[in-house]
């Protein structure tokens, strides 16, 4: 069976170093001129899989945006990771989940395990409830080459009086996150499928990324303030296993096709320009 890891990193040679989210917001659905409802949600994430799922390495569905239209938004959801598995897409699913015992598991049945029908390549998870939490979780994804993208330095503001709180043993909480998802790393050829989520906009860290073996989420990029450049800032020598993560910058492109993959295109392309990977 084929890890997450390599599957990502396959992925990421083939179509380049981009993630581009699904983020369905009522502002964005309002811009496109489509109705805030399931039809406007089903309209709008048809199109952008249409326009460009086949040529991004990544796309990151945010689940709030559809779970807010209730069981019919859900089975939004269900196509759209339908049909980008049919275009060979890797999904991350957005979710942040995080908990303890028995829910967690259940978390991790719903998005991991290939017999539930929102089953995805990845999810995001928060570490907040310690990181030996999402055991289940781990496992999980081992089990069925799945793959999950932890919290670990965000751009929120509030962000930050955790993250960066120093421990007993002077480590700060992200760095002790950041260590115990490399051990899950360990050996993994090309690239491990546990990753970490470090905003595009966090500026110089302080934090020890270099020998992380796995893959490094950059939201925030485009019209959020990140920006190709700024990514070495942040990330140093772990520049290479970046994955920069763009919304709004390319999502606001559309509703036409043609917009969509020209913003595509562009934002690719500065993407491996400054990562330094070959068209």
Request: hydrophobic share 40%.
């Amino acid at each position: 069976m084929e890890t997450f890891g390599a599957r990502l990193h396959r992925a990421v040679a083939e179509r380049g170093p981009l993630c581009v989210g699904i983020d369905p917001h009522p502002g964005l659905l309002t811009a496109w001129g489509l109705s805030d409802d399931v039809t406007g949600l089903e309209r709008f994430c048809r199109t952008v899989v249409e326009a460009i799922g086949d040529r991004v390495a990544v796309m990151k569905p945010q689940s709030a945006f559809f779970e807010r239209f209730g069981a019919r938004g859900v089975g939004v959801l269900e196509s759209t990771i339908r049909q980008l598995r049919d275009l060979g897409t890797l999904t991350l699913l957005d979710v942040k989940r995080g908990d303890i015992g028995s829910t967690v598991a259940a978390y991790a049945s719903a998005y991991l395990d290939p017999s539930s029908p929102l089953y995805v390549d990845a999810v995001t998870a928060s570490p907040y409830l310690g990181v030996g939490s999402l055991a289940p979780m781990f496992s999980t994804a081992t089990a069925h080459g799945g793959g999950v993208f932890v919290l670990a330095l965000t751009s929120n503001p509030e962000g930050a009086s955790v993250q960066r709180a120093v421990g007993a043993d002077g480590r700060t909480v992200a760095q002790t996150v950041i260590d115990e998802i490399s051990q899950l790393n360990r050996d993994a050829e090309p690239l491990g499928s546990f990753g970490l989520v470090v905003g595009a906009t966090v500026g110089e860290t302080g934090h020890d990324l270099e020998s992380f073996n796995g893959p490094l989420l950059a939201p925030g990029m485009g019209a959020q303030g990140g920006t190709p450049a700024g990514l070495r800032t942040v990330f140093g020598a772990a520049l290479p296993s970046v994955l920069p993560s763009y919304s709004r910058e390319v999502l606001g492109a559309g509703p036409d096709p043609e917009r969509l993959r020209a913003a595509t295109e562009r934002v690719l392309a500065d993407c491996r320009a400054a990562l330094g990977v070959a068209d």
